[in-house]
C-alpha cells in the first residue's frame, strides 16, 4: 500500500527549531508534553500538539502531498497506520489502542485538510494563526504569540494549501491578484498576501473563529470585566440605547459586540453587516449581509455603505455593523438618529475621544455638505456609549473604559466616563495589576432605565467600593 503515495526517500527531516525574537517562545518538546497530556485529559489537546505537528511534518516528508489531495481517507488510514504506530513508539508515549487510533485519523483528516497547520485549526486555545512564509508558523494562544515549529515543506507547498483556501470562494491568488481575503468552511477570517506585495513569500493571517461565542459572564469569569460593568451594559442594550465598541486590531471588539448582542430581546428583528461574517447572534430573527470585494475584472463590489442603506428597507428593528471603516458610518448614525436605537457598531481607535474623532473623519467621507459642527451633534446624538476594549502586554483583553455620550457643549462632544481600568504595576513575568473602578459618575440614562423598570445595584457607582 505504501508505494501508492510515497516518494523515493523517505527521510526524516528534523527541523531546528529557529530562535525567535524576544517574546516568542519556540514549541516544547513533543514527547515530554504528550506525556503529560495524557494524563490530564482536559489538556490534552493543547499538549498533544507538538506531537501532532511533528508527526506531520514526519509524515509529509514521506508522501507525495499532489497525489494524496486526491486521495480518500481509507486509503490514507492504512497507509499511515503503521508509521504512526512507529513513531508515537519510538518517543515513548503511552497511548492505547483507542488513542493510537484517534490519532492516526485525526493525522489522515490533517493530511487531507490544509496539512501541517490542521492541528492548529483543530485546537480551541489557538486563536489566531499567522503563517510568515513556508518557514514559520506562529500562533497566539491566551493573547501571548509563541513560534509553533510548524513548516511547510516548500513554497509551493504553501502555495498549494493557500489556493486551497481560496478555490472555495471561488478566488484565486498569484501575482495579478496578490491579496485576498477568504473565510474557511468553519468560518474563520483568513488573509492572504503572496509575492510580489509580499516580500519574502506568502502571508497567511487566520483568526479562527471560535465555536463558543463569549458570553459577558464568560468574559467577567476570564477577569476581563466586573459585574457592575456588565450591568451597566446589559441595561443600556435593554434600553435600547446605541453602543459603540472601541479598540485596537484583536482587543476583542467583535467578541464584545456578540456578547452585548445577546441581551437584545428575542423578539426584534436584528440585521447584521459584515465585511467577513463573524458575528454570531443568538436570536431566531437575524438577517445576515456581507459585503463582497470586487471581482477579477473589477466589478460586482457591494460595500458596506450600500448593505447599510439596503438594511434601512429591510425593516429592522436594530442593525449590527461588525466594524465601521468610512463612508457608512454616516448612514449608521443616521440610522441610530432615526428609529433604530439600540443599533451597534465597533470602531478601531485607541480611546473613546479617539473613537470620535475617527467616526467624524469617517463620516467626512461620505461627501455629505455638512459642517464640523453639524457632524459633532449628529455623532452625539446617535452614540449613547462608548465602551473601549484593550489587548494589554500580559495578553490579556480587558474593558478599559465605559464612558457615556451626554451631548454637546458649544462644538465639543460631553462624555462622562463610569468606568475604568486603572493599572497600578507590571510583575516581572509581565502581568498586568490594576483594578476596574467606577469613577462616581451615574449614567444619565438610569432614570429613564428605571422607568423601563431596569434598576442597578446600589454602590454600582460607588468609586469607594472594589468591583
Ligand atoms: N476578553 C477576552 N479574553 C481573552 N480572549 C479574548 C477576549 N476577547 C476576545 N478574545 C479573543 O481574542 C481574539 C480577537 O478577538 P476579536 O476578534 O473579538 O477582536 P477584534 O478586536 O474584533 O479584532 P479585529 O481588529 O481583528 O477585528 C479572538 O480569538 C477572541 O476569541
Ligand atoms: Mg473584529
Known amino acids: 500500500m505504501l508505494g501508492r503515495f510515497t516518494k523515493g526517500t523517505a527521510t526524516v527531516r528534523i527541523e531546528p527549531v529557529l530562535a525567535g525574537s524576544p517574546g516568542f517562545k519556540p514549541a516544547a518538546p513533543a514527547d515530554v508534553q504528550a506525556k503529560s497530556a495524557l494524563a490530564e485529559s482536559q489538556k490534552a489537546a493543547d499538549d498533544l500538539l507538538p506531537l501532532k505537528v511533528d508527526l506531520h511534518r514526519h509524515l509529509i516528508d514521506r508522501f507525495n502531498l499532489a497525489t494524496l ?52 485549526l483543530k485546537d480551541d486555545t489557538v486563536n489566531d494563526i499567522l503563517i510568515n512564509t513556508h518557514e514559520r508558523v506562529f500562533i497566539e494562544r491566551r493573547g501571548v504569540i509563541e513560534e509553533t515549529g510548524i513548516r511547510f515543506r516548500d513554497e509551493a507547498h504553501l502555495l498549494r494549501i493557500v489556493n486551497k483556501i481560496v478555490s472555495a470562494i471561488g478566488r484565486r491568488v498569484d501575482e495579478s491578484a496578490p491579496m485576498v481575503d477568504a473565510r474557511l468552511s468553519d468560518g474563520s477570517r483568513v488573509n492572504i498576501a503572496v509575492r510580489p506585495i509580499s516580500v519574502d513569500g506568502p ?31 446589559r441595561i443600556a442594550v435593554q434600553s435600547r440605547k446605541s453602543i459603540l465598541v472601541s479598540g485596537g486590531t484583536g482587543s ?39 459585503t463582497r470585494p470586487p471581482n477579477v475584472e473589477g466589478r460586482g463590489e457591494v460595500r458596506q455603505r ?15 455593523v461588525g466594524e465601521v471603516r468610512g463612508e457608512e458610518a454616516f448612514d449608521m448614525l443616521q440610522a441610530m438618529n432615526t428609529g433604530h436605537e439600540g443599533s451597534m457598531t465597533s470602531i478601531h481607535a485607541n480611546t473613546p475621544r479617539d473613537a470620535i474623532s475617527r467616526l467624524e473623519q469617517m463620516i467626512g467621507m461620505a461627501g455629505m455638505p455638512m459642517t464640523a459642527e453639524s457632524i459633532r451633534s449628529q455623532i452625539a446624538s446617535a452614540i449613547d456609549i462608548i465602551v473601549q476594549t484593550q489587548r494589554l502586554s500580559d495578553g490579556g483583553r480587558r474593558v478599559v473604559s465605559i464612558s457615556e455620550v451626554t451631548g454637546m457643549e458649544g462644538t465639543v462632544i460631553q462624555m462622562q466616563e463610569i468606568y475604568q481600568f486603572v493599572r497600578r504595576d507590571v510583575t516581572a513575568d509581565g502581568t498586568i495589576i490594576g483594578e476596574f473602578r467606577a469613577t462616581g459618575m451615574r449614567p444619565r440614562f438610569a432614570g429613564e432605565a428605571a422607568t423601563l423598570g431596569l434598576h442597578f445595584a446600589k454602590d454600582a457607582f460607588n468609586p469607594q467600593t472594589a468591583l
Open 203 to 233: 502571508l497567511v493571517s487566520i483568526r479562527k473563529f471560535s465555536k463558543k461565542p463569549y458570553s459577558l459572564e464568560r468574559l467577567m469569569e476570564m477577569g476581563s470585566i466586573r459585574q457592575p460593568m456588565v450591568d451597566l451594559l
Open 252 to 290: 476583542g471588539k467583535t467578541t464584545l459586540l456578540n456578547a452585548l448582542s445577546n441581551y437584545i430581546s428575542f423578539r426584534e428583528r436584528l440585521i447584521t453587516i459584515e465585511d467577513a461574517a463573524e458575528l454570531q447572534l443568538q436570536q431566531p430573527h437575524v438577517g445576515r449581509l456581507e
Open 306 to 320: 450600500e448593505l447599510v442603506k439596503n438594511a434601512l428597507r429591510m425593516r429592522p428593528d436594530r442593525i449590527i
Open 69 to 120: 489531495e486526491s486521495a480518500s481517507k481509507d486509503d490514507i488510514l492504512s497507509d499511515i497506520r503503521p508509521i504512526v504506530r512507529d513513531f508515537v513508539r519510538a518517543r515513548n508515549v503511552p497511548l492505547n489502542a483507542r488513542e493510537l487510533d484517534q490519532l492516526t485519523s485525526d493525522t489522515a483528516d490533517e493530511m487531507l485538510g490544509l496539512g501541517p497547520i490542521e492541528p492548529l
